[in-house]
């Protein structure tokens, strides 16, 4: 069965440093990759997502995903946080075969100015 | 803009009642995925239909249905509530039944608060 673990459930950050959000999963088949962000009082939307192909992933605002199979990680990083970066992010996962996706249990990301 | 709508946007309402939630997904996408939001258990999948056909259980408790109707609208009907009931519930879609390489487009979600 697949999981999915996110490392922090909270990372407070100061604006303009980088950051970096932990995400493991673990599956015995082939996966695709999903982070999700959550804005207050929103619905989720997608950041940016790993199908195949190069292991770096670029998002929208900034954020990008390195997919380490050998580690099973898909860690978030942005250079530069803004205020505005504060929200939940979700790690997500789905067997390339399969439709159902599993979402991990959610980074809070706090950036203080 | 997701394209995913949701109504209400609030509902409150007693122990014991029952209320039904609905979701219209993005024009031209067959599925519909209910989720469960709240402080102590996270998203949680509820279940999945697909072009009206259930296609996916997660956990959905016995008091919980829905349903999917020919124009693709789906509603989340919730009794006998309890006050652990309370929760954010988000409505997504996307075009297969099988995933694919697509995303879920989260609608803004309907917030229950059960007193």
């Known amino acids: 069965a697949q999981s999915v673990t996110q490392l922090d459930s909270q990372v407070p950050v100061f604006e303009e440093a980088p950051v970096e959000l932990r995400c493991n999963y673990s599956s015995s088949v082939s996966v695709y990759l999903f982070w999700y962000v959550q804005y207050p009082n929103q619905g989720l939307q997608l950041l940016l997502k790993y199908l195949s192909g190069s292991t770096l992933v670029k998002g929208i605002n900034g954020f990008e995903a390195e997919f380490n199979k050998s580690q099973t990680s898909f860690h978030l990083r942005k250079p530069s946080v803004h205020i505005s970066d504060t929200a939940e992010y979700f790690c997500?996962?789905?067997?390339?075969?399969?439709?159902?996706?599993?979402f991990g249990a959610g980074t809070r990301l706090f950036v203080k100015a | 803009d997701s394209g995913v709508t949701q109504t209400p946007k609030h509902l409150i309402t007693a122990t014991g009642q029952r209320v039904t939630l609905r979701c219209s997904p993005r024009s031209g996408d067959l599925s519909v995925y209910w989720y469960q939001q709240s402080l102590d258990q996270g998203l949680q999948f509820l279940i999945q239909y697909y072009n009206g056909e259930e296609r996916a259980k997660g956990n959905i408790l016995e008091r919980f249905s829905a349903q999917q109707f020919p124009d693709l609208h789906s509603e989340l009907n919730l009794s006998s509530l309890e006050l652990g009931d309370s929760a954010l519930y988000f409505c997504a879609s996307s075009p297969r039944g099988d995933g694919g390489t697509y995303e879920q487009y989260f609608g803004p979600g309907t917030r229950l608060t059960v007193t």
């Open positions: 997500a996962v789905r067997n390339t075969g399969g439709f159902k996706t599993i």
